[in-house]
């Protein structure tokens, strides 16, 4: 097998720098300058592979020789010491197909554009409410807990049929599940956790059934309490953290970009904007793990049959061929006016984000309302005290003190 030497092996997940907080941690850049296929260390001690380049990426993440499923032997673990426990009920994110596909088509209909497009006033409404708790009398809070995190909060409660006052209890779960040092224990009793939470919130939908997806999901008698549960984890967790992380990112970036700050204002111009936001945040940080079936030649290396590849979708995100356009302008610099249409924030294949339409409609709606309720909107701390969470799977902040 051809492979870089074990030294030059990049670390996953690697430390973020203390430089620009908005960018991947640079082990993943600086790798992504030397080769669109690396060899990656996990946290294990395992060597895998890391694809950092856009048609690289794209073919680990859409080629059915390579594996999303959690219980394959040797599937890449960004955290060492959890197989058994992530093997144990997994949702259809690390499935293959068919039963993926069986478990994704269940809710497939909930997530359509056309779908979310009807969503939108009562978004609009949700987030014109949180912003008007959020100033009345008050000229500064934190903006992740007091906007950035209610507002998907309360639609994805809405959509699942989950009460929104239990949110203290799932909100705290889902961060012990995504944080990468969280230890076996905490992790174990917080899976333990939500799924309990979720069994039982749909026995009592299939005693008196509302109009949600868990109550739809619990009539069904072709699945599992424990499906129920594993695909309703699923949506809750993804469905606010990564939201709400992109909110606050966001916000963060564009207070420090205040020039751009007007295309939100433009209806024409938004949705191309937060698709380059997305884009360059790409807040999944740590890359998709994937392991491959067959050998496969990728790249100009060979990927065994049996190891793993990490499918880095921040640098793919950065590929100057793909983003820098005609005037070869530079990826990682915002410019809310680019042709970011292309990226893979979302992912890439069969595994592609459900939530998507969701997500851009959130985005829009609420970065739209946000800077046009407070355009005098700023940090309220120096830029050091901001709080980033980098020790999680998905990159966000941890908080955002602002003033208006
Ligand atoms: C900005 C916000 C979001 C980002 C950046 C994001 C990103 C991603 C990515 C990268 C994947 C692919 C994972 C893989 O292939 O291994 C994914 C899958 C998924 N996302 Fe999102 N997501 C976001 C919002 C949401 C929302 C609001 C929901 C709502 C429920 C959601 C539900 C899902 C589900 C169910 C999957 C699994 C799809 C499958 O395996 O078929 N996501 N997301």
Redesign the pocket.
Known sequence: MTSTPTTQAVPVPAPHSSGCPFGPPPAYTDAAARGRIVRADLPGGELCWLATGYAEVRTV?SDHRFS?DVRHPSFPLLAPGRREMLAANP?????DDPE??R??RM?TG??LVKRVEALRPGIQQIVDETLDAMTEGRTEADLVTEFALPV?SL??CL??GVPYDDRDHFQGLSRTLLNNTSSLEQLTAAQAEILDYLRGLAARKRERPEDDILSRLAARDDLTVDAVAS?GS???V???E??A??ISLSTALLLERPEQIARLADPAALPGAVEEL?RL????HTG???VALEDVELGGETIRAGEGVI?M?STANRDDAMFGGAEQRATDELDLDRDARRH?????????????P???A??QIALAALFRRLPGLRLAVEPSERKFRTESF?YGMRSLPVAW
Do not use: K, W, Y
């Open positions: 993440l999303a949702s259809f994110l690390r499935l993926h596909a478990l994704r809710v909930d997530f998907p639609v994805i959509l699942l695909t699923l949506l809750l993804a469905g606010h990564t939201t992380n992109m997305l945040l790409t807040i999944v998709l793990p994937r499918a979708l893979m924030a979302f992912g890439f294949g069969v595994h592609q984000c459900l939530g998507q969701l997500a851009r959130e985005l998905i």
